[in-house]
Protein backbone atom coordinates (compact mmCIF):
# COMPACT_ATOMS: atom_id res chain seq x y z
CA UNK A 1 0.00 0.00 0.00
CA UNK A 2 1.72 3.63 -1.18
CA UNK A 3 1.42 6.21 1.01
CA UNK A 4 -1.18 9.19 0.38
CA UNK A 5 0.87 12.11 -2.03
CA UNK A 6 0.77 15.52 0.47
CA UNK A 7 2.96 18.70 -0.31
CA UNK A 8 5.59 19.03 2.14
CA UNK A 9 4.95 22.40 2.72
CA UNK A 10 2.50 24.99 2.82
CA UNK A 11 1.95 28.49 4.05
CA UNK A 12 0.02 31.61 4.76
CA UNK A 13 0.02 35.05 6.25
CA UNK A 14 -2.48 35.48 9.65
CA UNK A 15 -5.91 35.49 8.38
CA UNK A 16 -5.43 34.18 5.29
CA UNK A 17 -6.63 30.68 4.33
CA UNK A 18 -4.85 27.71 3.10
CA UNK A 19 -5.15 24.52 1.56
CA UNK A 20 -3.59 21.30 1.79
CA UNK A 21 -4.09 18.52 -0.62
CA UNK A 22 -4.00 14.96 -0.30
CA UNK A 23 -3.60 12.63 -3.24
CA UNK A 24 -4.47 9.10 -3.30
CA UNK A 25 -5.80 6.22 -6.09
CA UNK A 26 -9.30 4.59 -6.70
CA UNK A 27 -8.26 2.07 -3.86
CA UNK A 28 -8.36 4.43 -1.01
CA UNK A 29 -9.36 8.00 -1.15
CA UNK A 30 -11.32 7.27 -4.28
CA UNK A 31 -13.32 4.33 -3.07
CA UNK A 32 -14.06 5.55 0.24
CA UNK A 33 -15.81 9.18 2.56
CA UNK A 34 -12.98 7.80 5.28
CA UNK A 35 -10.61 10.65 4.56
CA UNK A 36 -9.16 12.13 8.28
CA UNK A 37 -6.80 14.26 8.85
CA UNK A 38 -4.47 15.17 11.80
CA UNK A 39 -3.04 17.90 13.23
CA UNK A 40 0.71 17.50 14.80
CA UNK A 41 2.84 20.03 16.80
CA UNK A 42 5.93 18.79 17.57
CA UNK A 43 6.88 15.88 19.87
CA UNK A 44 3.40 15.44 20.59
CA UNK A 45 0.94 12.99 19.41
CA UNK A 46 -1.47 13.52 16.37
CA UNK A 47 -4.76 14.89 17.23
CA UNK A 48 -7.97 14.39 14.73
CA UNK A 49 -9.11 17.30 13.45
CA UNK A 50 -11.93 15.63 10.27
CA UNK A 51 -12.90 12.69 9.44
CA UNK A 52 -14.96 11.15 6.75
CA UNK A 53 -13.92 13.85 4.68
CA UNK A 54 -15.84 16.25 6.50
CA UNK A 55 -16.80 15.91 9.71
CA UNK A 56 -15.24 17.98 12.90
CA UNK A 57 -14.20 16.48 15.89
CA UNK A 58 -16.44 18.76 19.02
CA UNK A 59 -14.31 21.14 20.25
CA UNK A 60 -12.41 21.45 16.89
CA UNK A 61 -12.87 25.27 14.99
CA UNK A 62 -14.99 25.65 12.27
CA UNK A 63 -11.78 27.48 10.68
CA UNK A 64 -10.49 23.65 9.51
CA UNK A 65 -12.45 21.74 6.99
CA UNK A 66 -12.47 19.40 4.52
CA UNK A 67 -13.67 17.64 1.29
CA UNK A 68 -12.85 15.47 -1.41
CA UNK A 69 -12.92 15.18 -5.30
CA UNK A 70 -12.35 12.22 -6.88
CA UNK A 71 -8.81 10.53 -5.75
CA UNK A 72 -8.14 13.83 -3.95
CA UNK A 73 -8.97 15.37 -0.38
CA UNK A 74 -8.60 18.12 0.95
CA UNK A 75 -7.89 20.31 3.81
CA UNK A 76 -8.58 24.03 4.50
CA UNK A 77 -7.78 26.20 7.08
CA UNK A 78 -9.84 29.74 7.14
CA UNK A 79 -8.63 32.81 9.37
CA UNK A 80 -5.20 31.51 9.71
CA UNK A 81 -3.58 31.99 13.15
CA UNK A 82 -0.27 31.37 14.82
CA UNK A 83 -1.05 28.59 16.64
CA UNK A 84 -2.19 26.64 13.68
CA UNK A 85 1.71 26.22 12.78
CA UNK A 86 2.29 22.41 13.06
CA UNK A 87 2.74 19.61 10.75
CA UNK A 88 -0.37 18.44 9.16
CA UNK A 89 -1.59 13.98 7.91
CA UNK A 90 -4.25 13.22 6.24
CA UNK A 91 -5.48 9.50 6.33
CA UNK A 92 -7.58 7.17 4.18
CA UNK A 93 -9.12 3.82 4.69
CA UNK A 94 -7.71 1.25 1.90
CA UNK A 95 -10.44 -1.34 2.46
CA UNK A 96 -9.52 -5.00 4.20
CA UNK A 97 -9.26 -2.92 6.90
CA UNK A 98 -6.47 -1.14 5.87
CA UNK A 99 -5.33 2.32 6.29
CA UNK A 100 -2.86 4.77 4.50
CA UNK A 101 -1.37 8.00 5.43
CA UNK A 102 0.11 10.93 3.75
CA UNK A 103 3.51 11.86 4.14
CA UNK A 104 2.61 15.30 6.20
CA UNK A 105 2.97 18.84 4.83
CA UNK A 106 4.55 21.54 7.10
CA UNK A 107 2.63 24.04 8.12
CA UNK A 108 4.11 28.09 8.19
CA UNK A 109 2.40 30.58 9.18
CA UNK A 110 4.20 33.75 8.20
CA UNK B 1 -13.26 10.15 28.41
CA UNK B 2 -11.24 7.26 26.50
CA UNK B 3 -7.02 7.14 27.55
CA UNK B 4 -4.38 5.08 25.90
CA UNK B 5 -1.54 5.14 27.06
CA UNK B 6 1.55 3.29 25.66
CA UNK B 7 4.55 1.40 27.47
CA UNK B 8 7.15 -1.08 26.68
CA UNK B 9 9.54 0.75 24.21
CA UNK B 10 13.65 0.67 24.10
CA UNK B 11 17.04 -0.40 22.36
CA UNK B 12 16.57 -3.91 21.01
CA UNK B 13 19.23 -5.73 18.72
CA UNK B 14 17.99 -6.91 14.87
CA UNK B 15 16.32 -10.33 14.83
CA UNK B 16 15.29 -9.89 18.92
CA UNK B 17 11.45 -9.46 19.96
CA UNK B 18 9.98 -6.43 21.97
CA UNK B 19 6.47 -6.15 23.63
CA UNK B 20 4.61 -2.78 23.34
CA UNK B 21 1.26 -2.31 25.41
CA UNK B 22 -1.86 -0.08 25.30
CA UNK B 23 -3.58 0.39 28.60
CA UNK B 24 -7.00 1.69 27.64
CA UNK B 25 -9.31 3.46 30.15
CA UNK B 26 -12.61 4.78 29.82
CA UNK B 27 -15.76 3.12 28.16
CA UNK B 28 -15.59 2.28 24.26
CA UNK B 29 -18.47 1.65 21.82
CA UNK B 30 -19.11 -1.95 20.26
CA UNK B 31 -17.73 -0.52 16.87
CA UNK B 32 -14.52 0.84 17.85
CA UNK B 33 -11.31 -0.52 17.72
CA UNK B 34 -7.39 0.03 18.81
CA UNK B 35 -4.87 0.71 16.10
CA UNK B 36 -0.77 0.86 16.70
CA UNK B 37 0.57 3.49 14.39
CA UNK B 38 4.54 4.61 13.79
CA UNK B 39 6.29 7.62 13.23
CA UNK B 40 9.58 7.80 11.71
CA UNK B 41 11.49 10.99 10.09
CA UNK B 42 11.96 8.96 7.32
CA UNK B 43 8.60 7.68 6.81
CA UNK B 44 6.60 9.63 8.65
CA UNK B 45 2.97 7.97 10.09
CA UNK B 46 2.69 4.78 8.93
CA UNK B 47 -0.19 2.67 10.38
CA UNK B 48 0.97 -0.92 11.31
CA UNK B 49 -2.19 -3.21 12.95
CA UNK B 50 -6.07 -3.13 13.88
CA UNK B 51 -7.66 -4.68 16.16
CA UNK B 52 -11.87 -4.47 17.08
CA UNK B 53 -12.70 -3.96 20.34
CA UNK B 54 -13.67 -7.44 20.92
CA UNK B 55 -10.18 -8.76 20.12
CA UNK B 56 -11.96 -10.71 17.43
CA UNK B 57 -10.84 -9.16 14.18
CA UNK B 58 -7.23 -8.55 13.27
CA UNK B 59 -5.23 -7.11 10.28
CA UNK B 60 -1.94 -6.21 10.13
CA UNK B 61 0.23 -3.98 7.53
CA UNK B 62 1.95 -5.50 4.70
CA UNK B 63 5.43 -4.32 6.65
CA UNK B 64 4.81 -6.57 9.09
CA UNK B 65 2.94 -8.85 8.78
CA UNK B 66 4.18 -12.29 9.69
CA UNK B 67 6.53 -10.58 12.25
CA UNK B 68 3.84 -8.40 14.35
CA UNK B 69 1.26 -9.92 16.51
CA UNK B 70 -2.04 -7.41 17.96
CA UNK B 71 -3.64 -9.15 21.30
CA UNK B 72 -5.94 -8.02 24.01
CA UNK B 73 -5.98 -9.15 27.58
CA UNK B 74 -9.59 -8.33 28.49
CA UNK B 75 -9.25 -8.33 32.15
CA UNK B 76 -6.09 -5.49 32.35
CA UNK B 77 -8.19 -3.86 29.48
CA UNK B 78 -5.23 -3.56 27.43
CA UNK B 79 -3.83 -4.74 24.14
CA UNK B 80 -0.43 -5.39 22.85
CA UNK B 81 1.58 -5.69 19.81
CA UNK B 82 4.33 -8.43 20.20
CA UNK B 83 6.92 -7.54 17.45
CA UNK B 84 9.84 -10.71 16.56
CA UNK B 85 12.52 -10.06 14.05
CA UNK B 86 13.08 -6.45 14.40
CA UNK B 87 14.61 -4.56 11.64
CA UNK B 88 16.11 -1.14 11.56
CA UNK B 89 13.53 0.36 9.40
CA UNK B 90 11.00 -0.58 12.50
CA UNK B 91 12.65 2.20 14.47
CA UNK B 92 10.30 4.54 15.37
CA UNK B 93 7.94 6.01 17.99
CA UNK B 94 4.89 3.71 18.20
CA UNK B 95 1.50 5.27 18.91
CA UNK B 96 -1.87 3.45 19.91
CA UNK B 97 -4.36 5.14 18.92
CA UNK B 98 -9.14 4.51 19.44
CA UNK B 99 -10.30 3.60 15.95
CA UNK B 100 -13.99 5.22 15.56
CA UNK B 101 -15.98 6.24 12.46
CA UNK B 102 -12.65 5.04 10.38
CA UNK B 103 -10.80 7.53 11.97
CA UNK B 104 -8.02 7.48 14.96
CA UNK B 105 -9.31 10.13 17.92
CA UNK B 106 -7.91 9.06 21.16
CA UNK B 107 -4.01 8.65 20.81
CA UNK B 108 -1.25 7.89 23.36
CA UNK B 109 1.46 9.80 24.16
CA UNK B 110 3.79 7.36 22.49
CA UNK B 111 6.90 4.80 23.16
CA UNK B 112 10.13 4.79 21.28
CA UNK B 113 11.56 1.82 19.68
CA UNK B 114 14.93 1.75 18.31
CA UNK B 115 16.43 -1.42 16.85
CA UNK B 116 20.44 -0.97 16.33
CA UNK B 117 23.16 -3.11 17.45
Known amino acids: QSALTQPPSASGSPGQSVSISCTGTSSDVGSYNYVSWYQQYPDKAPKLIIY???KRPSGVPDRFSGSKSGNTASLTVSGLQVEDEADYYCGSYAGSLHWVFGGGTKLTVL | QVQVVESGGGVVQPGRSLRLSCAVSGVTARNDAIDWVRQSPAKGLEWVAF????????SYADSVKGRFTISKDNRKNTVYLQMISLRSEDTAVYYC??????????WGQGTTVTVSS
Open chain 2, 97 to 106: ARGRNYGMDV
Open chain 2, 51 to 58: MSIDGGTT
Open chain 1, 52 to 54: EVT
